[in-house]
C-alpha cells in the first residue's frame, strides 16, 4: 500500500521560513509528478507547485520567487522549502503524486497526504 505523509508544517511569524516534506513509501515502482496543494478555512483546495520526475517546476504566482519545490528521487521524497511567508499562506498544505505501484499487475494511482497545517501569524 502507498502512503504519502507529510511533515514540516507549523506556526511561524509573518516574513519567517518553514520547509515542509513528503516521503512517499509502500510497493512503489516509479514516482512521476509531484505537487504541493493547500487549502484555506473556507476556501477551495489550489494549487501551490509542481515537479515531474526530470525536475522539471510550476509555481502558482502568489508564491512564485519565494517558494522553492524540489525532489530527492532516490528517497521519494518531495520538499517543499517556504520564504518571506505571509498570513495569506495559511492553509493546510496537501502533497500529492502520481505513482506506479509494484503488484500483480502495474497500476499508476494519484495519491494524496493526510496534510500539515502552516500558520502564518503576523
Known amino acids: 500500500q502507498v502512503q504519502l505523509v507529510e511533515s514540516g508544517g507549523g506556526l511561524v511569524q509573518a516574513g519567517g521560513s518553514l520547509t515542509l516534506s513528503c516521503a512517499a513509501s509502500?510497493?512503489?515502482?516509479?514516482?512521476?509528478?509531484m505537487g504541493w496543494y493547500r487549502q484555506a478555512a473556507g476556501k477551495q483546495r489550489e494549487l501551490v507547485a509542481t515537479?515531474?520526475?526530470?525536475?522539471?517546476?510550476n509555481f502558482a504566482g502568489s508564491v512564485k520567487g519565494r517558494f522553492t519545490i524540489s525532489r530527492d528521487n532516490a528517497e521519494n521524497t518531495m520538499y517543499l522549502q517556504m520564504n518571506s511567508l505571509k498570513p495569506e499562506d495559511t492553509a493546510v498544505y496537501y502533497c500529492?503524486?502520481?505513482?506506479?505501484?509494484?503488484?500483480?499487475?502495474?497500476?499508476?494511482?494519484?495519491?494524496w497526504g493526510q496534510g500539515t497545517q502552516v500558520t502564518v501569524s503576523s
Open positions: 500529492n503524486a502520481v505513482i506506479t505501484e509494484l503488484g500483480p499487475r502495474l497500476t499508476t494511482s494519484t495519491y
Open positions: 509502500g510497493s512503489i515502482l516509479n514516482v512521476h509528478d
Open positions: 515537479i515531474s520526475s526530470g525536475g522539471n517546476t
